[in-house]
């Protein structure tokens, strides 16, 4: 249930991108993975076997010629020719019989050394044989005796030993060799050794041997007691991956971990030698035809399941499109756009709910507009009303004024003032528009003041500063005149001098028009503010505050007063900047 809600909620076109996926690339994906396993496993067999037989080859090759060279030794050491030669006292023998006799071992030694899977054989022998050290075949007994390998040789009983030897009897070229060595014994009493003999591989040969036969893999060799003989490998290969200590694995590789990483190693006793043959390869090294065929793979696999994709987005585009453009149209129409959908007319189910659609948008559009018309008379007619309720309160004053006039037979001020109210209402009629420019509310309080000053004479001056660019900003009719009649009612006439100056500000900041019509009147204490209201400045403020809210909407800010007690009273306008069209 709580998959089957998200999906519910998926739009079309994922659903059946979705479909596309399930029939398409979740099968392709098994398959890879499937694949990869069975590859993983075939290889890494493969793999396997191929380590391993080029292992078993390197190992046969080793042991084939230490096996060789330890039947080498043996012919020498049974030789009776050899062994009753080193038996024999020296200083018993002339010099002549040494020289045949020696010739004898020289000839049979020469021959033996004609054997390639050595470099060559030494002698050790008694130092008072006239060849001791003459040449590099025999060499004095005395120069060993006491060396520690002299001992294992005698410690093995006539069996042979292998280690690595330093010849230094060219002291200018030291060579080291990979060495078998034996005790020779007396021929009449075997508790006593008569000599050395000595068996030598080039640890270089060695070297170029593993070399060529692992490439790729980290071989070597050592001794039991864990020196290195030879390697395949850079001394930094070696620090890398040779193994700690000796590894016995048997007939196949198994998986360490050393510090540098993961290895395969095997590693086997060199028949009866005590050298081990140690075979090391990187783990990657192992994957690395792995690697391949999966990159292979996972490239053939991609373009297949870009093809995929390459035809799913276009086929579900084809049939979501018009599911798309009618839904971006219905969230336009969440914004305020109303907008039909102009597309091909079609018979399919789609097609008949496009239609739908349009119908309902020209229906909606029809009542929008009659909604609107209907508003605006709305407001028309509540403007007016308001409006009406000024004209009658100012004509009133200004008619009891003119009585007033005419009781004291002021024929001249009557004259000017019916001129004036004339031209007022010249003005406020705007030929039945319910709004007008700031230039003519601004004439219009002028008008206003040149009839109250048949009123009040000279005792009040009216200032006007207002910018060019807000003079064209349009106002509900008959805005300023109110405010500038409460500024003389309920600001200056409070006074005690009873005269004083009215000043109209107006000027556009931040695309807002601010207009204020500040006194220099009584004012308000704090208290009287804070409890009028509107109230305090009659029912002309209230009246301007509804129209402003009327003509600008929720744009309009309140009407806000500035008022201190014995300093004046402003009044501030502020209101969104509006043209005439």
């Given at each position: 249930?709580?998959?089957?809600?998200?999906f519910?909620?998926?739009?079309?076109?994922?659903?059946?991108?979705?479909?596309?996926?399930?029939?398409?690339?979740?099968?392709?994906?098994?398959?890879?993975?499937v694949?990869?396993?069975?590859?993983?496993?075939?290889?890494l067999d493969?793999?396997?076997?191929?380590?391993?037989?080029?292992?078993?080859?390197?190992?046969?090759?080793?042991?084939?010629r230490?096996?060789?060279?330890?039947?080498i030794?043996?012919?020498i050491?049974?030789?009776?020719?050899?062994?009753?030669?080193?038996?024999?006292?020296?200083?018993?023998?002339?010099?002549?019989?040494?020289?045949?006799?020696?010739?004898?071992?020289?000839?049979?030694?020469?021959?033996?050394?004609?054997?390639?899977?050595?470099?060559?054989?030494?002698?050790?022998?008694?130092?008072?044989?006239?060849?001791?050290?003459?040449?590099?075949?025999?060499?004095?007994?005395?120069?060993?005796?006491?060396?520690?390998?002299?001992?294992?040789?005698?410690?093995?009983?006539?069996?042979s030993?292998?280690?690595?030897?330093?010849?230094?009897?060219?002291?200018?070229?030291?060579k080291?060799?990979?060495t078998?060595?034996?005790?020779?014994?007396?021929?009449?009493?075997?508790?006593?050794?008569?000599?050395?003999?000595?068996?030598?591989?080039d640890?270089?040969?060695?070297?170029?041997?593993?070399?060529?036969?692992?490439?790729?893999?980290?071989?070597?060799?050592?001794?039991?007691?864990g020196?290195?003989?030879?390697?395949?490998?850079?001394?930094?290969?070696?620090?890398?991956?040779?193994?700690?200590?000796?590894?016995?694995?048997?007939p196949?590789?198994?998986?360490?971990?050393?510090?540098?990483?993961?290895?395969?190693?095997r590693?086997?006793?060199?028949?009866?030698?005590?050298?081990?043959?140690?075979?090391?390869?990187?783990?990657?090294?192992?994957?690395?035809?792995?690697?391949?065929?999966?990159?292979?793979?996972?490239?053939i696999?991609?373009?297949?399941?870009?093809?995929?994709?390459?035809?799913?987005?276009?086929?579900?585009?084809?049939?979501?499109?018009?599911?798309?453009?009618?839904?971006n149209?219905?969230?336009?129409?969440?914004?305020?756009?109303?907008?039909?959908?102009?597309?091909?007319?079609?018979?399919d189910?789609l097609?008949?709910?496009i239609?739908?659609?349009?119908?309902?948008?020209?229906?909606?559009?029809?009542?929008?507009?009659?909604?609107?018309?209907?508003?605006?008379?709305k407001k028309?007619a509540?403007?007016?009303?308001?409006?009406?309720?000024?004209?009658?309160?100012?004509?009133?004053?200004?008619?009891?004024?003119?009585?007033?006039?005419?009781?004291?037979?002021?024929?001249?001020?009557?004259?000017?003032?019916?001129?004036?109210?004339?031209?007022?209402?010249?003005?406020?009629?705007?030929?039945?528009?319910?709004?007008?420019?700031?230039?003519?509310?601004?004439?219009?309080?002028?008008?206003?003041?040149?009839?109250?000053?048949?009123?009040?004479k000279?005792?009040?001056?009216?200032?006007?500063?207002?910018?060019?660019?807000?003079?064209?900003?349009?106002?509900?009719?008959?805005?300023?005149?109110?405010?500038?009649?409460?500024?003389?009612?309920?600001?200056?006439?409070?006074?005690e001098?009873?005269?004083?100056?009215?000043?109209?500000?107006?000027?556009?900041?931040?695309?807002?028009?601010?207009?204020?019509?500040?006194?220099?009147?009584?004012?308000?204490?704090?208290?009287?503010?804070?409890h009028?209201?509107y109230?305090?400045?009659?029912?002309?403020?209230?009246?301007?505050?509804?129209?402003?809210?009327?003509?600008?909407?929720?744009?309009?800010?309140?009407?806000?007063?500035?008022?201190?007690?014995?300093?004046?009273?402003?009044?501030?306008?502020?209101?969104?900047?509006?043209?005439?069209?």
């Open positions: 249930m709580r998959i089957t809600v998200p519910r909620n998926l739009s079309i076109r994922k659903k059946l991108i979705l479909l596309f996926i399930m029939v398409g690339i979740i099968p392709l994906i098994i398959t890879f993975f694949s990869q396993h069975e590859i993983r496993k075939y290889a493969r793999q396997s076997y191929a380590n391993n037989q080029t292992y078993e080859q390197t190992l046969s090759v080793l042991t084939s230490m096996s060789h060279i330890e039947e030794s043996s012919m050491v049974i030789n009776k020719k050899i062994t009753s030669i080193f038996s024999l006292k020296p200083e018993r023998l002339e010099i002549w019989q040494q020289l045949s006799m020696f010739e004898e071992i020289t000839s049979y030694t020469q021959i033996l050394e004609s054997d390639s899977q050595f470099s060559n054989i030494m002698y050790f022998i008694n130092d008072g044989f006239v060849t001791a050290g003459k040449t590099s075949l025999y060499r004095p007994l005395n120069q060993v005796q006491g060396q520690k390998w002299t001992e294992s040789f005698l410690a093995a009983k006539g069996k030993t292998w280690l690595i030897f330093e010849d230094k009897f060219n002291f200018l070229t030291p080291k060799y990979l078998l060595g034996r005790a020779l014994w007396n021929e009449n009493d075997y508790m006593e050794s008569v000599g050395f003999v000595m068996i030598n591989i640890l270089e040969e060695i070297t170029g041997a593993l070399r060529q036969s692992v490439p790729g893999q980290l071989v070597y060799v050592e001794t039991a007691d020196e290195l003989v030879a390697s395949s490998g850079t001394e930094e290969e070696l620090a890398k991956m040779r193994l700690p200590g000796k590894l016995n694995s048997g196949s590789y198994s998986e360490i971990h050393l510090e540098s990483g993961t290895y395969l190693a590693g086997n006793q060199i028949d009866s030698t005590g050298l081990y043959l140690i075979s090391v390869i990187p783990s990657s090294a192992a994957m690395s035809i792995i690697q391949k065929i999966r990159v292979q793979m996972l490239g696999y991609a373009v297949i399941g870009l093809l995929i994709f390459v035809f799913i987005f276009p086929i579900t585009r084809s049939i979501t499109q018009r599911i798309f453009l009618l839904m149209k219905m969230s336009q129409v969440r914004q305020g756009r109303l907008n039909t959908l102009d597309l091909e007319p079609r018979t189910e097609g008949h709910l239609s739908s659609y349009n119908y309902m948008i020209n229906s909606v559009q029809e009542l929008m507009e009659e909604q609107f018309r209907l508003g605006q008379e028309g509540e403007l007016k009303a308001l409006q009406s309720q000024i004209n009658p309160h100012f004509l009133y004053n200004t008619l009891d004024m003119v009585n007033w006039m005419a009781q004291k037979d002021e024929v001249d001020n009557i004259q000017r003032v019916i001129h004036a109210l004339s031209d007022y209402y010249k003005l406020v009629l705007n030929k039945g528009k319910d709004f007008v420019s700031v230039g003519d509310e601004v004439r219009l309080c002028s008008i206003y003041m040149d009839i109250q000053k048949n009123r009040y000279d005792r009040i001056k009216l200032e006007i500063s207002v910018e060019d660019d807000a003079l064209s900003c349009m106002l509900p009719k008959i805005t300023l005149q109110p405010l500038v009649e409460n500024a003389i009612v309920h600001g200056i006439m409070e006074t001098e009873r005269r004083g100056t009215i000043r109209i500000t107006g000027r556009i900041e931040q695309d807002r028009l601010r207009i204020t019509v500040e006194d220099d009147g009584a004012g308000l204490s704090e208290r009287e503010e804070r009028s209201g109230q305090g400045s009659g029912y002309g403020v209230e009246n301007i505050s509804k129209r402003l809210s009327l003509f600008f909407g929720g744009e309009a800010r309140e009407i806000t007063f500035i008022s201190a007690a014995g300093k004046g009273t402003s009044v501030i306008i502020d209101v969104p900047v509006m043209r005439a069209l």
